[in-house]
Structure formats: C-alpha cells, structure tokens
C-alpha cells in the first residue's frame, strides 16, 4: 500500500520513522512519500521535502507565509498526483490540519497520528477533526473518553515515547562510560531541561543557573537544543560550574539524580525515565493573562494531565528561583518525598502502555486499510 505521512517538526520526524519501521514489516509492498526529516530519509526513501522548510516558530510564522503555502501546494500536488492509500499527519496541527482537510477533499483516506491538543485550547478545531480524519490515533489515555464525546473514531495503544525510550536504553553505553566522556565529576547530576525555544531558554535557563549555584554538591548539565547556537547558553550559564550537552537528552535523563524541566514533552520523558522533577514556567504578564483565559487545563505538564492530579510540583510565572530553590532542595534531600514521586512514575508509566506502542499503531492501521481494499 502507498501512505503519505506528513511531519513537521523533529518530535514528529522520530515517531514517523519508527511508524514507517512497523508499517514495513506489516506491509511488504509499502510504498512511502513523505514530508520529514533525517529519520525517516533513514529509514525509506521518497522525501518529498524536508520539514526544516516549514518549520518556524511565532512570527516567523507570519514572515514566511508565502513560502510556507508555497510549500503546502507543492505538497497537495504530490498527493493528488500519487494517490496514496492513506494520509497519515503527524502531529503539527497548524499545518496538518489544512492537509488533512485536502486530502479528504480529494476522497482519501486520513489517519492523524498524534492528535492537536484541542483539549487544551481552540476547540473549535474538534469539528474540523471530526470531519476531516478517518481515525485519529491519540497517544495520551485521557484523550479518549474527550473524542469520543464528540463522536470521534479514536484509537489508543500507548505513548510511543515508551519505544523511544526502550531502544534508548537497550543502546546505552553506560552512566559511567557516558559521564567519562564528557568530563563529569562524580557528584549527583541535576538535568536541566530549559526547553528548545529561543524565549524559553532566555526566560528559565537563568533562573536554573542561579538555582544550581545553590547546590555546589551536584552536577549540573543542561540538554542543549541544536537549533540553538551555543552562545547563547555561554551568555546565560557565565562563570558557573554548569555544564551542557548536545543531542544527548535521553543519556543526560538515564544519569540524572533529579531534573529541572520547563514545561512540555519533556516532562514525561523525565517521568520515563525516573527522574524526580520539579517543572518551571513562565511567559510574558499579557501572553499569560490571555493564556489563562483560553487554556482549559488544570496543569500544565503532561506527567500530571496524564496522572489526573499533582505528582511533581509546577511553578508558574511568579517568584520561580525561590520556589524552584526550595522544591528542588525538597527533591535533593527528602528520601521518602523522591519515593513516592517514583512510586507516582510507576502508576504513570502503566498509563502510558507497554513496549511495542508503534508496532501495535503500525498493525492497528494496516488492519483498517485491508478491510477497506478487500
């Protein structure tokens, strides 16, 4: 069978390619066209472009709007010219939305993989959804029982982070091997995770910074973004002892002791791999005060949404290094308090399915397609 899948950014890149991976030894005649990245040219041919050329944030955005829709009818070209059996979006709703409204357009099929998160906020985009996908396959347990109040078709078999982490893991050098090769002292490590955004990085990397200045008997390494130059973390971690990796996030979170993380994916990959966390927050006083109003969730981490009430502690906008400070001295040196957040982490992962998420999604939709070609 022919699948069109559609992803926009690195997070979707990876999953895609592990997606493609199930999909070919389900399907021995699969055949693939993609918008992607360097994962998925690994795994198949038949890029059709990268995603590097629709990828911006905020107002460049708006900037490149031209080029951006430029790209976007170069792709509805494709598909109408291939006639896959199915699209298959990945997450990137802005754009994948448009996509999939198209390629129902032209009688397709549609699998959204990774639904937007319209729980969240603009669930006007629910009906859109509805009426543009064939299946939505979501990867958050809650996310169920809210689609289906809405009638959707929904499928659900785990969060494929789980695989993500498991092959992770069964390749790892090492903690010691890993810490050795970067020159790491023996003391505890403290992973700061100060998100891949240019503002999120400007806003909370100084606080973790001041934060780790505090605790002089650990280790602390920051997850360097590569779509970050380095300067700009030289600018903000100074004099200090605090370190930096690169693309090496799943490694630093194996060896980490606990975690500062702002918001976002990876909370719950600190939450996979076991590593007690406090989560930082903060934006501008309008950009807030708007959020507040549009935002209809309780927290702001996927480890609490997906476990339903407080497990790690989220501090919002105000006061973020004294409160981080006295959290993460909490975290440091509470014995019983660092237990029962990973007797939290147990729960949570159980939540989140067992190893094989994306062969069981592979397999899942390979099933519905035969059905509908016999």
Request: proline share 3%.
């Amino acid at each position: 069978m022919k699948y069109f899948i559609i992803a926009g950014e690195a997070s979707g890149d990876l999953h895609a390619s592990n997606l493609m991976k199930g999909l070919m030894q389900l399907d021995s005649q699969a055949e693939f066209r993609y918008m992607g990245g360097d994962l998925m040219m690994s795994v198949s041919h038949g890029l059709v472009m990268h995603y590097r050329e629709t990828n911006y944030m905020m107002l460049d955005v708006v900037l490149h709007l031209r080029k951006i829709f430029r790209n976007m009818r170069w792709l509805k070209s494709e598909i109408q010219k291939w006639q896959p059996d199915v699209v298959i979006p990945v997450d990137y709703p802005g754009f994948n939305m448009r996509m999939a409204r198209f390629s129902t357009s032209l009688g397709l099929k549609v699998f959204y993989f990774i639904s937007p998160k319209v729980w969240a906020w603009k669930q006007r985009r629910i009906e859109y959804l509805r009426k543009y996908t064939s299946r939505l396959f979501v990867i958050l347990p809650f996310e169920v029982e809210f689609f289906h109040r809405f009638g959707m078709k929904v499928e659900y078999y785990g969060n494929p982070l789980v695989d993500a982490v498991r092959e992770f893991r069964n390749a790892f050098e090492g903690e010691a091997a890993w810490k050795s090769k970067h020159g790491l002292d023996d003391r505890p490590i403290v992973a700061l995770l100060a998100g891949s955004r240019r503002k999120e990085i400007e806003t909370i990397l100084p606080v973790m910074v001041k934060v780790a200045r505090e605790h002089p008997g650990y280790c602390f390494v920051v997850a360097g973004a590569p779509s970050i130059e380095s300067s700009l973390y030289k600018k903000y971690l100074g004099d200090s002892d605090v370190g930096i990796v690169y693309q090496e996030t799943y490694a630093l979170l194996q060896s980490a002791f606990a975690g500062m993380v702002t918001s976002g994916t990876a909370t719950l990959e600190a939450g996979l791999f076991d590593v007690p966390q406090v989560v930082l927050y903060r934006t501008g006083p309008l950009a807030y005060a708007i959020g507040k109003r549009l935002i209809k969730i309780n927290f702001i981490s996927l480890v609490n949404l997906i476990f339903g009430k407080e497990l790690v502690v989220e501090i919002i906008q105000k006061d973020l290094f004294h409160r981080a400070g006295r959290e993460l001295s909490k975290i440091l040196d509470n014995t019983d308090y660092r237990t029962g957040m990973k007797q939290g982490y147990r729960e949570l992962q159980s939540m989140l399915g067992e190893d094989g998420v994306t062969e069981r999604i592979s397999h899942r939709m390979v099933e519905l397609l035969k059905v509908n070609t016999e």
